[in-house]
């Protein structure tokens, strides 16, 4: 069974930072592109960040570009978005997102609320 488990939101001032993470079950992580989306109130759900299966190439929104960094650790089975000088507009429930398996499923974790205020 494929397990998308997130962590390390919380509330951050302006300017401040956070680490999320994403711990994957169930399905060859190494071998899959991940992604951070996020969804703010009353907004669609937006890509945030893309990573390869092996970390090579990495893509962002324009809106994080420069502020936000995504990674993975595939002997860990961990998916990382870290995020620098943290904007009210960042203020979101992030997700993560693969799509995997034989017939190309897509995968969502439960999400992790973020939120940037003072």
């Known amino acids: 069974q494929v397990q998308l488990v997130e962590s390390g939101g919380g509330l951050v001032q302006p300017g401040g930072s956070l680490r999320l993470s994403c711990v994957a079950s169930g399905f060859y992580f190494g071998i899959y592109s991940m992604s951070w989306y996020r969804q703010a109130p009353g907004k669609e759900r937006e890509l945030v960040a893309d990573i390869t299966d092996t970390g090579g190439i990495t893509k962002y929104a324009n809106s994080v570009k420069g502020r936000f960094t995504i990674s993975r650790d595939n002997a860990k089975n961990t998916l990382y978005l870290q995020m620098n000088s943290l904007k009210p507009d960042d203020t979101a429930v992030y997700y993560c997102?693969?799509?995997?398996?034989?017939?190309?499923?897509?995968?969502w974790g439960q999400g992790t609320q973020v939120t940037v205020s003072s």
């Open positions: 997102y693969t799509r995997a398996g034989t017939w190309r499923t897509d995968y």
